[in-house]
């Protein structure tokens, strides 16, 4: 599998009120052809920046970007608002976690899609509504003909979330980007969901970026896991290594906090007791010392880096488990 999607040493800071607050801290990841990738992390970790900022939309006068993101190659931190957006569609798409966001509340759905089908990829008028109906059942929507004369209020979450994948995936993008894209739905919708999402991913051969803050609901579904804390990655494997060897103290609290099926008090992750740090004041030491129950000293003092176990396997943390731990 080659590379297809790059973030080298990606960094996000704003300028606050407060002070400089950093988002994102310096990653690097890659998806490659075909693949799908998990990335997992708590609240404020800086999931969704790290994507718009990859993306080209997070700009402005407040926002700096630092680091390199490639697609196919090309070098898409330098380039303008408008020549990103050309990309959008045909080469990376984007699924978030509530669809209303996307979708235009005053429009019925058909029209909506014609005419990005019409202004993306200059089909006719005909051709727009004859492939709305083939992407609408493509995500399995009960009665496409009826649906195209709704408007986005009138489906169910779910039903919006399908039709916000359909037209994410309506220019055949390489690379689909999907941001909690399940979070607002109950369980089963859930799994429904994530499952089209693989099913589509397989029969159209994209590569996938789920982003989620539960490591359970990627589980099923992604090749490699990256978890990120505070703005880093702290952990990154095939799902596989990432379950059977963690070797990162906040991976295991994280599994931990994923209800067992034998758990009937009906909340669907535990909290990990503590919290983050501010990402506006200057922390030093490992980011998750305060929070791990292994801490020591040097843990406390020195931050420490990304390192790659031997088996392509990266942890960032002086102990990890499952090393003499
Ligand atoms: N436009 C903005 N201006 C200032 N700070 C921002 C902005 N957007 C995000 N942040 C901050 O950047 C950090 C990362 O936020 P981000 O939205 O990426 O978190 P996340 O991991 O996606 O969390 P969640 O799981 O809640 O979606 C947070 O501290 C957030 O408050
Ligand atoms: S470096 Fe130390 S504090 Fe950080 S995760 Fe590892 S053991 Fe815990
Ligand atoms: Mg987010």
Redesign the pocket.
Known sequence: MTDLFSLRDLKVT?A?KRGT?N?VRGVTLHVAEGECLGIV??????????WRAAMGLLRGK?VTRGGSVTLNGTELLTMTAKEVRQLWGTQIAMVFQDPMTALNPVRRIGSQFSEALIKRLGMSKDDAAARTLELLRLVRMPEPERLVRKYPHQLSGGMRQRVMIAMAIACNPKVLLAD?PTTALDVTVQAQVLELLSDLREKLGMAMVIVT?DLGIVAGHSDRIAV?YA?EVVELATTAALFANTRMPYTEALLNSIPKLTDTSGTRMRAIPGSPPD?VSVTTGCFFAPRCNYATDRCRNEHPELVDGGDGHLYRCFFPLGKGK
């Open positions: 704003f606050t607050l988002a992390g708590e609240s404020g970790s800086g999931k969704t920046v790290m407040r909690e803050h990120l703005g990402p």
